[in-house]
Each structure stands twice: as structure tokens, then as C-alpha cells.
């Protein structure tokens, strides 16, 4: 969510950090803040550039989309090797389920954020 929120959408990471302490209920302002800036290359990080992907770390650590299916009821049904990307669906099928295009093109973001990085 914070690599996301900072490095895809470029919302300030305080903004996040902000609104998590705010709702966590064992929240820790030095662990929850601290962890926002490693999220968003900010704080005392050995690879600022980090970009996580969650396609990546979707097939990585939910191969089969079973924590997928649970939570996003929509793609319950879907293939396992769609699952991670079920924008990628047929425009009729997606429809048909009931899930919404993406908000950004997570490839454009990646060239932006590595355009962005080689100019700094």
C-alpha cells in the first residue's frame, strides 16, 4: 500500500502515514512513520528507488490467488494465472464480474517513476 500510495499515485507519504497512525488500533508513531519513509525512499534507505509491484508480489506470495479470491469476492471465480491482473480480462468479462479498470497503467507509472528517478 505505501510503495503504491508514494512511488504510483505520488501522494506524499505523510498523507499515509497520517491516516494509517490514525486508524490502527496498536499503532506505533515511530514504527508506523519510519516505515512509510523506507515505503517511500525518503528515509535512511539503501535502495530509495525501490519500486514493489503488486502484480509481483501477488504471484510471488499468493500464487494460486487464494487470498485474492477471499478478500476481492469479484474474482472468486477467475483463473489463477489472471488473478493478479484481471484487468487484462476481456472488456465483457470484466463488465460481467463486476470489477472496474485500473486506476493507472502500472507500466506507465514504473517508466514515469524510472524517468523521474535518472533525472534526479
Do not use: C
Not at 97 to 112: C, E, K, M, Q, S
Amino acid at each position: 500500500m505505501a510503495s503504491f500510495l508514494t512511488k504510483t499515485l505520488y501522494v506524499d507519504w505523510r498523507i499515509g502515514a497520517r491516516y494509517f497512525l490514525h486508524w490502527l488500533v496498536d499503532g506505533d508513531i515511530v514504527n508506523n512513520q519510519l516505515n512509510w519513509q523506507w515505503a517511500a525512499g525518503t528515509g535512511t534507505d539503501s535502495r530509495p528507488h525501490r519500486v514493489l509491484s503488486p502484480v509481483l508480489q501477488g504471484r510471488r506470495f499468493d500464487p494460486d490467488g487464494a487470498y485474492v479470491r477471499r478478500w476481492v469476492p469479484e474474482l472468486a471465480d477467475v483463473d489463477a494465472d489472471v488473478v493478479h491482473e484481471p484487468w487484462r480480462l476481456p472488456a465483457d468479462r470484466r463488465a460481467a464480474l463486476g470489477y472496474p479498470a485500473p486506476v493507472v497503467d502500472l507500466a506507465d507509472v514504473l517508466a514515469r517513476f524510472r524517468h523521474a528517478r535518472d533525472r534526479g
